[in-house]
Nanobody, 124 residues
Framework: QVQLVESGGGLVQAGGSLRLSCAASGRTLLVYTMAWFRQVPGKEREFVAALYWSGGGVFYGDFVKGRFTISRDNSKKTGFLQMDSLKPEDTAVYYC?????????????????WGQGTQVTVSS
């Protein structure tokens, strides 16, 4: 199994930045794809960004438009989501997810491992 723990959420003003972290532990060799999703109460969980842990693929949701950057530190087994130019509509719980395959990175149903989520609130 793989355990994922997110951190870095909080309250920020519109236009500000936050950096989320996702620390992986356990059978981390099972992590081929690491992704970030977000969810607002009453709405579907939305794809934000994903990368292939070994390199060679970075993907973003349509709404990101250059504002967010996904990255990872192999030595620390930690993924990151740098979020800049934040907007009030970015307010959500952000979840880290991982799976042992590369298929359809934006499909939340394909992910085997999830973190507990971290709240991001952007004030206007």
């Amino acid at each position: 199994q793989v355990q994922l723990v997110e951190s870095g959420g909080g309250l920020v003003q519109a236009g500000g930045s936050l950096r989320l972290s996702c620390a992986a532990s356990g059978r981390t060799l099972l992590v081929y794809t690491m992704a970030w999703f977000r969810q607002v109460p009453g709405k579907e969980r939305e794809f934000v960004a994903a990368l292939y842990w070994s390199g060679g693929g970075v993907f973003y949701g349509d709404f990101v438009k250059g504002r967010f950057t996904i990255s990872r530190d192999n030595s620390k087994k930690t993924g990151f989501l740098q979020m800049d130019s934040l907007k009030p509509e970015d307010t959500a719980v952000y979840y880290c997810a991982a799976k042992p395959t590369a298929s359809i990175v934006g499909d939340k149903s394909g992910y085997d491992y999830w973190g507990q989520g971290t709240q991001v609130t952007v004030s206007s």
